[in-house]
Structures are given as structure tokens and as C-alpha cells.
């Protein structure tokens, strides 16, 4: 079955206990992207992969890190996690060309911080 | 400003009811532009695109007005199963680089 998968669905941690939220697609798709969601705010786009070792910030990168070493995996890595980073992620991935405007998303990681 | 605007509702209907949400948009160079559903704590899943020329998916009817900055959804003979918020997207140059609303949520309700 064709699918974005993340994990962990659900954490809680602590300020400053670093943190990786993984990101699998299985579409052999090149583009990747992580976003928040927030209350009020809609999605955010905080990092995204046109291709392999091939990254770039979105709107809110900071606090952030994400790696792309090969093309199935997109980690979001939070160094020094912060309660302001509580929030809904989803990963996202999409073909190239001109469907690329057709974003397949994976189920969401819902993060608290405390 | 937000660059993609939309009233967040929520909008309670009862079944069967036409309900139409409107969405506007900042920037003129805007490319390409949709409409996402998101249940309740699930992912966005694309619901349609949208065209210049407006375009129709069963029950749903999509508008776009370049001259206003403006999207429309139109959702015809509304079932329980509408009950969800809806996304209005845009996509402003670049390559995959999508503007999300924050959102119109949709209660159908008996």
C-alpha cells in the first residue's frame, strides 16, 4: 500500500532532551516536507527535500534539523526541544512534475513538550 | 495579513443543506490552487483542485477568481460524512511550496 508513515504517533517529553521523529514514504516520491500544525494557524512548513542530501528551511525552520540521505527517509530532529514546539506535525511527500502539486500526507506525530 | 485567509466557522448544517466557504488569497503570483479535508486529528487529503474555469467533483463545486483572489467550495445535498474542516491551498511559485488556510470546519448534523 502506498503510504507516508511517521513515528512516533504520539510523545511526550522533556525541555531539552533531544528528540527524532522519522519519516518513511514508500512512492519512491522525490519531494518531502515537514510541517506544524497549530491551532488558528494552519500548516507551517518548516523544512523540505527536493531530493537526496538535497534540503532547504520553510517558513518556520528554526529549532529544527532534518537530514535527507536517502530518498524513502526525511527525519525531522528537534536538538533542544521547547515547550513552543508543542504541536501537530505531519510529514508530507509528493511526485515530481506536474503532480507534484498533490501532497500525500503521513497520519501526524502529535508532540508535547513539557 | 495571512497570506491565505479563511473563515474558521464552524458552519452547522443540518443534512441535505447547501453550505459554501470562501477563501482569499495575498498573493498575486499564486500558481495553483485546492482544496484539502481534514478529519479530526487525521492528515489533510487532497479534495479537489481548483481551476480558472471552476470545475465540479459530484456534490462539490470549486471556484476560482483571479481578479478577486478568491476560492470558493460549494458542498450540494451535504451528508453526516461532509463533517470535517476543509483546507483552502495555494501554491505561490517554487516548486512544491503550498500556502495552507487554517481552515473552515463543517458540522453536519440529523
Known amino acids: 500500500e502506498a503510504q507516508v508513515t511517521q513515528n512516533p504517533r504520539y510523545l511526550i517529553t522533556v525541555t531539552g532532551k533531544k528528540l527524532t521523529v522519522t519519516c518513511s514514504q514508500n512512492?519512491?516520491?522525490?519531494?518531502m516536507s515537514w510541517y506544524r500544525q497549530d491551532p488558528g494557524l494552519g500548516l507551517r512548513q518548516i523544512y523540505y527535500?527536493?531530493?537526496?542530501?538535497?534540503?532547504d528551511k520553510g517558513d518556520v525552520p528554526e529549532g529544527y534539523k532534518v537530514s535527507r540521505k536517502e530518498k524513502r527517509n526525511f527525519p525531522l530532529i528537534l536538538e533542544s526541544p521547547s515547550p513552543n514546539q508543542t504541536s501537530l506535525y505531519f510529514c508530507?511527500?509528493?511526485?515530481?512534475?506536474?503532480?507534484?502539486?498533490?501532497?500525500?500526507f503521513g497520519p501526524g506525530t502529535r508532540l508535547t513538550v513539557l | 495579513r495571512k497570506e491565505v485567509e479563511q473563515d474558521p466557522g464552524p458552519f452547522n448544517v443540518p443534512e441535505g443543506a447547501t453550505v459554501a466557504f470562501n477563501c482569499t488569497y495575498s498573493n498575486s503570483a499564486s500558481q495553483s490552487f485546492f482544496w484539502y479535508r481534514q478529519d479530526c486529528r487525521k492528515e489533510p487529503k487532497l479534495l479537489m483542485s481548483v481551476y480558472s474555469s471552476g470545475n465540479e467533483d459530484g456534490r462539490f463545486t470549486a471556484q476560482l477568481n483571479r481578479a478577486s483572489q478568491y476560492i470558493s467550495l460549494l458542498i450540494r445535498d451535504s451528508k453526516l460524512s461532509d463533517s470535517a474542516t476543509y483546507l483552502c491551498v495555494v501554491r505561490v511559485g517554487g516548486y512544491n511550496k503550498l500556502i495552507f488556510g487554517a481552515g473552515t470546519r463543517l458540522a453536519v448534523h440529523p
Open positions: 512512492m519512491n516520491h522525490e519531494y
Open positions: 527535500s527536493m531530493n537526496v542530501e538535497v534540503t
Open positions: 508530507a511527500s509528493s511526485p515530481p512534475g506536474k503532480r507534484s502539486d498533490t501532497q500525500y
